[in-house]
């Protein structure tokens, strides 16, 4: 499993850029209805009495930096779950008296899956549908799934189909596709446009940092990787902690940059790999976060827009040009660089992780 060429998850998250182009143009041609009943969601008629976004493993991830993004866009209120969560525990996901006093308004669900056949998600969407609690919007990468044909409305991926089981560019495909229909709820087409110019960016930024990536993946030194992100990022860094534990069978873990603090900064040594993703708008705290791990004896690996005040052994700059919520996509090739590599040189398959199935059935 040396030869590139011969990894399907290689080439998948190298590929990303053309399934990013395809994907989002690919919302240009959305059936009239499907858009109209969209936009509709952000009239006063329209408005949901609450968004639920939900998903398992990496697309419950997914959700996690998906809600937020649609409640600061849309302005709806937003939360995420793992989709057992709303088919195991409905009576603390919806709520009937909090329907009733918003006048019977329905919940809007957001199922997100990239097989469209995970069982908690269809459960979790039958439930939904028994109780009439709303409509659902479904995010897939296969259109005859039984999700998509489950769903009251689909949006599809293009291009970001996979052959290995670690998700990479269905995940940042379906990341892409929820940011633009946010974006065309919300009227945002200056954001909306900046979406696209992210593909342009993906193949400079992967050529210019892959072999610092595959050098601190392939350092012995680190025993243990830790992910800080906050805001849209933690779901993100969960996401990178995720692709890193599946792929490599690395001790990783994940944490709000100032949570880590509070307890887990415990487990920082010197055999540490901080991997902080930066917010520009909190950069001063996020950096005084990676400053102190460093004081502990961790190495840091931080991304961000700029490398400007960044307190870092490995700083990477984006230098997309974006919007910052734009720029975030491009964070997680890297991410996913960092596992692939780490995993090839201690002589593992990425393409079939330990224990791992591509779909998760229940009986």
């Given amino acids: 499993m040396n030869n590139q060429m011969e990894c399907f998850t290689y080439q998948e998250i190298m590929s990303q850029g053309?399934?990013?182009?395809?994907?989002?143009?690919?919302?240009?041609?959305?059936?009239?209805g499907v858009v109209e009943w969209l936009r509709a969601l952000n009239t006063p008629q329209g408005q949901p009495l609450?968004?639920?976004?939900?998903?398992?493993?990496?697309?419950?991830?997914?959700?996690?930096?998906?809600?937020?993004?649609?409640?600061?866009?849309?302005?709806?209120?937003?939360?995420?779950?793992?989709?057992?969560?709303?088919?195991?525990?409905?009576?603390?996901?919806?709520?009937?008296?909090?329907?009733?006093?918003?006048?019977n308004r329905p919940y809007l669900l957001v199922a997100i899956s990239r097989s469209g056949?995970?069982?908690?998600?269809?459960?979790?969407?039958?439930?939904?549908?028994?109780?009439?609690?709303?409509?659902?919007?479904?995010?897939?990468?296969?259109s005859e799934s039984?999700?998509?044909?489950?769903?009251?409305?689909?949006?599809?991926?293009?291009?970001?189909?996979?052959?290995?089981?670690?998700?990479?560019?269905?995940?940042?495909?379906?990341?892409?596709?929820?940011?633009?229909?946010?974006?065309?709820?919300?009227?945002?087409?200056?954001?909306?446009?900046?979406?696209?110019?992210?593909?342009?960016?993906?193949?400079?930024?992967v050529e210019e940092y892959q072999v610092l990536i595959k050098g601190l993946a392939e350092n012995k030194k680190f025993e243990r990787m830790v992910y800080l992100g906050s805001g849209i990022n933690y779901g993100l860094a969960c996401e990178g902690m995720l692709k890193m534990k599946e792929m490599s069978l690395t001790p990783s873990e994940a944490f709000h940059f100032l949570e880590f603090r509070h307890g887990p900064k415990s487990v920082v040594s010197s055999g540490t790999l901080i991997v902080g993703l930066v917010n520009e708008t909190a950069k001063?705290?996020?950096?005084?976060?990676?400053?102190?791990?460093?004081?502990?004896?961790?190495?840091?690996?931080a991304i961000s827009e700029t490398e400007n005040g960044l307190a870092a052994d490995y700083p990477i700059a984006l230098r997309s040009g974006v919007d910052y919520q734009a720029s975030r996509v491009l964070t997680l090739p890297l991410l996913q660089l960092l596992a692939y590599h780490r995993a090839v040189d201690k002589g593992l398959n990425p393409d079939r992780p330990t224990n791992l199935d591509a779909v998760v059935r229940l009986n």
């Fill in 18 to 32: 053309k399934s990013w182009e395809a994907t989002l143009n690919s919302i240009d041609s959305l059936d009239g």
């Fill in 50 to 103: 609450e968004t639920l976004f939900i998903g398992c493993g990496s697309t419950y991830y997914l959700a996690l930096s998906a809600a937020l993004f649609w409640c600061k866009l849309t302005g709806l209120p937003a939360r995420a779950m793992p989709a057992s969560e709303m088919w195991l525990y409905p009576e603390y996901v919806l709520a009937k008296k909090a329907q009733k006093e918003g006048e």
């Fill in 117 to 142: 056949e995970t069982s908690e998600t269809l459960r979790a969407l039958e439930l939904f549908h028994k109780r009439h609690a709303g409509k659902c919007l479904a995010i897939t990468c296969y």
């Fill in 146 to 205: 039984t999700l998509a044909r489950q769903a009251d409305t689909l949006l599809l991926t293009r291009m970001a189909e996979e052959e290995s089981i670690a998700q990479t560019r269905s995940f940042t495909s379906m990341y892409l596709l929820m940011q633009a229909i946010a974006c065309l709820v919300a009227g945002q087409s200056d954001l909306r446009e900046q979406l696209d110019r992210t593909a342009g960016v993906f193949s400079p930024l």
């Fill in 284 to 301: 001063t705290q996020e950096s005084q976060v990676l400053a102190e791990m460093r004081h502990l004896g961790a190495s840091v690996l």
